[in-house]
T-cell receptor, first 114, second 115 residues
Framework: EPEVTQTPSHQVTQMGQEVILRCVPISNHLYFYWYRQILGQKVEFLVSFYNNEISEKSEIFDDQFSVERPDGSNFTLKIRSTKLEDSAMYFC????????????FGPGTRLTVL | AQSVAQPEDQVNVAEGNPLTVKCTYS??????LFWYVQYPNRGLQFLLKYITGDNLVKGSYGFEAEFNKSQTSFHLKKPSALVSDSALYFCAVRDGSSNTGKLIFGQGTTLQVKP
């Protein structure tokens, strides 16, 4: 059964550094998402991506964040200058479209900002 | 605004007993409702969904959920709990009138099944 994969599983970085979180969605998926989960809190939507552009973003997704799908397979989330409060588990997800399919989540990347 | 509430931080049941994990929601359009489970150090795994049709939906691992429009609820149920069901459960909603797939999650309920 196809799975969403994410790398790295754990990223430790210094405040102010740039990080890139990588995801390989399931090949026939068309819609892609990033969510985050701060320790002990709920899963929060960050951004949705379709047809090589952002379709919706949350208030969290400010100018420090960007997403791209550079080669048609990888889907990346970049944080330009990390802050302590960016420490969280970041989940990539995808779905094949048609409006109501469930989203398939990756295992997550735990980002720790020191 | 869309929202999901899971009123219980933790639910404790004995193995073999029925379990219920509660969820209520608020959306402006037709609700698309989902349950996900998260095991320690793992991602979110889809359990079941309600889009339209029968109010009782069946999903993975023997779980089912009942959609109640008048009470705006979507409670997760299982007739006989297993110790291996112990995990963190998230209810999520998507506004069916939205053109993006953004999911709004509840805060999660920890299910503890004791032998």
């Amino acid at each position: 059964e196809p799975e969403v994969t994410q790398t790295p599983s754990h990223q430790v970085t210094q405040m102010g550094q740039e990080v890139i979180l990588r995801c390989v969605p399931i090949s026939n998926h068309l819609y892609f998402y990033w969510y985050r989960q701060i320790l002990g809190q709920k899963v929060e939507f960050l951004v949705s991506f379709y047809n090589n552009e952002i379709s919706e973003k949350s208030e969290i997704f400010d100018d420090q964040f960007s997403v791209e799908r550079p080669d048609g397979s990888n889907f990346t989330l970049k944080i330009r200058s990390t802050k302590l409060e960016d420490s969280a588990m970041y989940f990539c997800a995808g779905d094949p479209g048609q409006g109501y399919n469930e989203q398939f989540f990756g295992p997550g990347t735990r980002l720790t900002v020191l | 605004a869309q929202s999901v509430a899971q009123p219980e931080d933790q639910v404790n049941v004995a193995e073999g007993n029925p379990l219920t994990v509660k969820c209520t929601y608020s959306v402006s359009g037709n609700p698309y409702l989902f349950w996900y489970v998260q095991y320690p150090n793992r991602g979110l795994q889809f359990l079941l969904k309600y889009i339209t049709g029968d109010n009782l939906v069946k999903g993975s691992y023997g779980f089912e959920a009942e959609f109640n429009k008048s009470q705006t609820s979507f409670h997760l149920k299982k007739p006989s709990a297993l110790v291996s069901d112990s995990a963190l459960y998230f209810c999520a909603v998507r506004d069916g009138s939205s053109n993006t797939g953004k999911l709004i999650f509840g805060q999660g309920t920890t299910l503890q099944v004791k032998p």
